[in-house]
């Protein structure tokens, strides 16, 4: 299946690639699309393995192609990474975010985090928080509510600068994750010198944990690690159940992934917090 998504995605790209050769042909496409409401969020719920509750989710965004159909992130993000539009795409899912948390406090439904993905072309920006900021603030939006996930290997050979930009989002009470968490070569570095709040486990990171007692050595001292450090642990990609066990026997704190559930439409993840227990 794996090997079929690749190619896929390679399909969609060269799709996408050679109908927009021209780089102000795709600004025109993304600014029409997002204008449109092509893009939209699909939000996948985060459950507490100790309370066996839901404790927030991630929103992951989707683009409705009127001629492709719905296409998934590896299908349009590297894409729009390469010619700087991927800040745009973010702060439209944060703004959507924002919008979402405000609706349903304003309907008395209780609230938990929604976490974002942010991508690396924003980091290097100095205007970057402000942004941020000032778009959560227009919502009145509780800081404590939004949590940025940013993917360990953005910062392979920059571990100092992530370390600044985190402690500074944190200053303003975001929770700050590190994603793919496991994927890269510095995670131990930045278990012992960055402040973060959470880190989301690798799902490459699971594989064969079933099998394999050294897989399951090495995740279950990072877990180990990570709460001697006051670091919450999630684990993404959660698909079995044996996984599932392991995962609580192993202490991990939170749990997300096709077993617990699929991302959901707005709807469906709405119905969740008003019955919030682990399906
Ligand atoms: P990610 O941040 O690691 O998100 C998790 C991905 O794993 C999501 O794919 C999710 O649908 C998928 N997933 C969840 N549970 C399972 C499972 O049990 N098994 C498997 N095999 N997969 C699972 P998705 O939605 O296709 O997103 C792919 C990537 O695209 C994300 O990886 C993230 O890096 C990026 N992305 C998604 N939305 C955004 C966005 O708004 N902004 C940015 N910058 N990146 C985004
Ligand atoms: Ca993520
Ligand atoms: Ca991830
Ligand atoms: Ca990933």
Redesign the pocket.
Known sequence: LKERQTSGSLYYDEVLRSELLEESELEKVFAKAIKDGEFYVVL?PKYSLQTRRLVGC????RWDHPGKGRL???QF?PLLEKHNL?VT??MF?LEQVCTLIKGWQNKGLPIFPIS????RSYLFNTHYERTLVDLIDRYGVSHQLIEF?L?ESLFLNDVKHLSLVLASLRSHSFLVSI??FGSGYSSLTMLKDVGIDVIKLD?GFLKGTDEHHRGKVVVQHVIAMAKQLGITTVA????TSEQAQMLQLLGCDVV????FSH?LEISEYEALLIDDRLP
Do not use: C, K
């Open positions: 996948q991630e929103a992951l965004v998934a992130p590896s993000i991927l795409l973010d899912v974002v993905n942010q991508s996930e993917t994603d793919d799902q993404e990609g959660v698909e997300q992934g096709y077993f991302p």
